[in-house]
T-cell receptor, first 117, second 114 residues
């Protein structure tokens, strides 16, 4: 149980275009979802936290107008990178948690590799 | 405020040798502590977690960790390394509140020599 999927697993786009990444909890209702960014050989950096039906809470230094997060249902959250530029190239990982008995545990998706040309 | 320090960005062991990955935490509230493993180009997989029950926690793949409050440590060990253990390992801390936010350490890359 507690499986999280991401789509796509990798994407290459041209500079200036927008890219949408989906994060789905497949077998549980995710009351909270998290989006992380990971640069090569570095740790995970939390970008934002989203609760179903609410606006996302962004970490300091993360541009909310550039990284649009929508958590429209208990099983789906999306991250849209708007007007992407090469410096946005990174590995994006989502995670999901539930307030129904998972002891603060986050379940991670497999990640999405974004390359902006 | 919470933080995690992982000593050693790289640890190299021989196959069959003891694995010890160090993690120290700082937390103003009783913490939940986690160890995750990440293989190249993949997400994170939970190895084990401490949630204020037993201080010695056993996880998957033969790993275990001991919560030592007096030392503010949560080191990860495995008696005998296997080649398949080569990966990046992250220690993380979370507060016992409803935010579920994880604070990650910088990670330790485990290399296993044949």
């Amino acid at each position: 149980g507690a499986v999280v999927s991401q789509h796509p697993s990798w994407v290459i786009c041209k500079s200036g275009t927008s890219v949408k990444i989906e994060c789905r909890s497949l077998d549980f209702q995710a009351t909270t979802m998290f989006w992380y960014r990971q640069f090569p050989k570095q740790s995970l950096m939390l970008m934002a936290t989203s609760n179903e039906g609410s606006k996302a809470t962004y970490e300091q230094g993360v541009e909310k107008d550039k990284f649009l997060i929508n958590h429209a249902s208990l099983t789906l959250s999306t991250l849209t990178v708007t007007s992407a530029h090469p410096e946005d190239s990174s590995f994006y990982i989502c995670s999901a948690s539930s307030d129904r008995g998972y002891y603060n545990e986050q379940f991670f998706g497999p990640g999405t590799r974004l390359t902006v040309l | 405020a919470q933080s995690v320090t992982q000593l050693g960005s790289h640890v190299s062991v021989s196959e069959g040798a003891l694995v010890l990955l160090r993690c120290n935490y700082s937390s103003s509230v009783p913490p939940y502590l986690f160890w995750y493993v990440q293989y190249p180009n993949q997400g994170l997989q939970l190895l084990l977690k401490y949630t204020s029950a037993a201080t010695l926690v056993k996880g998957i793949n033969g790993f275990e960790a001991e919560f030592k409050k007096s030392e503010t440590s949560f080191h990860l060990t495995k008696p005998s390394a296997h080649m398949s253990d080569a990966a990046e390992y992250f220690c993380a801390v979370s507060g016992m509140d409803s935010s579920y936010k994880l604070i990650f350490g910088s990670g330790t890359r485990l290399l296993v020599r044949p």
